[in-house]
């Protein structure tokens, strides 16, 4: 089986009738049981997925035209995901056993295309981490290297498409979670604007922060996915209504665009040496092909990380309130009334980190503080959000390493959350501003680790990243 | 900003939680290096910034308020804990 690498590959092999469904299945899962080590899918659809691809066989056969835009495409999904009647627990204990009762819209609607979901891959406890390793599952490992991490939280979702055992994996990004993954595994990750795709059956961490993000081989894969997901939706009120361009028909780019850095981001302190040489040969690589890219003042760079973390915790508190043990999900055994109920159930089902961000949500909420802390971060999120929507306004795109750092072993920063936290410095500014990103393979480091480069472009500039994107990858 | 026994004690009440003796001293520990690090954005001066709040420019997504996509009973119960034909059950609240 060759590997491929889009889906317009595997649309034309199965319409020359050189592959089947069936075949592709079949490899996709003798992938995923010959990668079990690395501990990516905690749950495989199998019957399913063979009983799905032998019908499309079939509907291929009867009536070629019939077939959807994703007939033939194999995905997995991140476990934070709902897709109607099977599990998702968001790698946590407290929601063993959850079964979804409707699938999330972006989901929906890739199946209405004819998409085959073959199995929920691992991530960090409710999307909280930058490793993978925070999951009642155990860590995923990085294939490059499986003494690694594969970066987080959509970490499984990256080793999944890395290791050929889907085409295209979803995961979601609150803070950087489809992206750094994505550069630690040597894929391409994508982040829409802000309320492009729809949050329906996301199970909720930071709500002004996620979304549905996409980690595939191709960036016409990403355009298809985005274009199929993307629009208004009745179940989500803060999604976009704005009409959805045809992505995955506008990928050429013929211009010359105007690309922004910062000079603090890549000549900073804690940056890589290896990766700050592959992003300025990458920056070179732009020059001579005509574009420009000139180094930009942003001042706020090291304020990013600090607002990021009182926001998106003290929504977390308050979305991760529903985790009681009453409706659904873990109760305790051993509570004895009400109060209890609460209190155990949720000390049991959640893992330190989670408990962490909880607590400190809290807190930045709680009487007291709330104007010194939370009141303080928002403001600080306009001020971030105004400069860059400024700096938008005079450049196309705004270059950064995806991550300052390759990735690092398993169990390194497991109890240095700060310094977990600030590796996340520089793909969090496309949340924090609610703007598109993406992460592209640009090489790799001298310790064999790949390495990635991202760009993020203006609120629902999508059609002009993607194509620029192609462009250059 | 520190983060002491007592202030552990009231977000512990307040978030529900019930830590054990071993994660409450490396959870205070861990919030006050969090702290710390938030304590940076007292460098900036946001006298007269307005909060951000809403990431999403579209204001008032209103809809007619009907009755629709509503679960069965039978649904809605499907993942409870702990429930009869109708009904979440939970231990006793009201002593009598």
Same mark, same amino acid.
């Given at each position: ?97 959850? =079964? ?226 009453? *409706? ?53 999120? *306009? ?25 690092? =072993? ?64 | ?96």
């Amino acid at each position: 089986m060759p590997k491929y690498v889009s889906h317009q590959q595997v649309q034309n092999d199965l319409k020359a009738g050189k592959i089947s469904c069936q075949e592709l299945v079949e490899y996709y899962l003798s992938q995923i049981e010959a990668t079990k080590e690395l501990n990516a899918y905690v749950e495989i659809f199998a019957e399913e997925a063979r009983q799905k691809a032998k019908a499309l066989d079939q509907k291929l056969k009867e009536d070629p035209d019939s077939v959807g835009r994703l007939f033939g495409v194999v995905i997995s999904i991140k476990d934070v995901l709902c897709y109607k009647g099977h599990k998702v627990t968001a790698a946590s204990k407290i929601l063993n056993g959850f =079964e979804s009762l409707f699938s999330a819209t972006g989901i929906e609607r890739l199946l209405r295309e004819d998409v085959i979901i073959i199995g929920r891959v691992n991530c960090d406890e409710f999307a909280m981490g930058s490793t993978c390793e925070n999951s009642v599952y155990g860590p995923t490992k990085n294939a490059a290297d499986p003494s690694k991490v594969p970066g987080g939280s959509s970490g499984a979702s990256a080793v999944a498409v890395q290791i050929d055992t889907c085409l295209v994996s979803l995961g979601t990004d609150t803070g950087g979670s489809v992206r750094q993954p994505a550069a630690f595994c040597g894929v391409i990750g994508f982040k829409p604007t802000y309320g492009r795709i729809s949050r329906y059956g996301l199970l909720a961490y930071g709500s002004s922060f996620d979304q549905i993000g996409v980690l595939s081989n191709s960036v016409e894969d990403a355009a298809l996915f985005l274009e199929i997901m993307a629009g208004s939706d009745e179940f989500d009120a803060t999604v976009s209504t704005k009409p959805v361009p045809k992505y995955s028909e506008s990928l050429t780019f013929d211009k010359k665009a105007k690309i922004a850095y910062f000079d603090t981001a890549l000549n900073g302190e804690g940056i890589d040496e290896d990766i700050r040489k592959l992003s300025f040969g990458f920056i070179e690589d732009l020059k001579k092909e005509g574009h420009t890219v000139e180094s930009v003042n942003f001042e706020y760079l090291d304020y990013i990380i600090p607002a990021y973390y009182v926001l998106t915790t003290a929504e977390a508190s308050s979305n991760l309130s529903r985790y009681d043990g009453i *409706r659904f999900g873990h109760r305790s055994s051993d509570a004895k009334n009400i109060d209890e109920v609460y209190k155990m159930s949720r000390t049991e089902g959640f893992g330190t980190e989670v408990k962490r961000r909880i607590m400190l949500g809290t807190f930045v909420l709680s009487a007291g503080y709330y104007d010194a802390y939370y009141s303080k971060a928002q403001k600080v999120r *306009r001020l971030i959000t105004d400069r860059t929507i400024e700096i938008l306004g005079n450049y196309d795109f705004i270059l950064m390493p995806t991550s300052p750092i390759p990735a690092w =072993e398993i169990g390194k920063m497991i109890d240095d959350p700060v310094t977990m936290y600030l590796a996340d410095i520089f793909t969090v500014q496309a949340n924090m501003v609610g703007i598109p990103a993406i992460s592209l393979p640009i090489g790799k480091h001298s310790n064999g680790m790949p390495v990635g480069i991202q760009l993020m472009a203006n609120k629902f500039e999508e059609a002009k990243l993607l194509a620029f994107s192609n462009s250059i990858c | 900003m520190q983060i002491d026994e007592k202030l552990i004690s009231r977000l512990e009440n307040l978030a529900r939680l019930k830590l054990s003796s071993e994660e409450r001293h490396k959870i205070s520990g861990d919030l006050n290096e969090i702290l710390k690090m938030v304590g940076k954005l007292e460098e900036l001066d946001t006298e007269d910034v307005e909060p951000l709040v809403y990431i999403n420019e579209e204001v008032n997504s209103l809809r007619i308020d009907e009755v629709k996509h509503q679960l069965s009973n039978e649904k809605a119960l499907k993942n409870a804990p702990d429930k009869d034909d109708q009904h979440f059950k939970v231990p006793k609240v009201i002593n009598l």
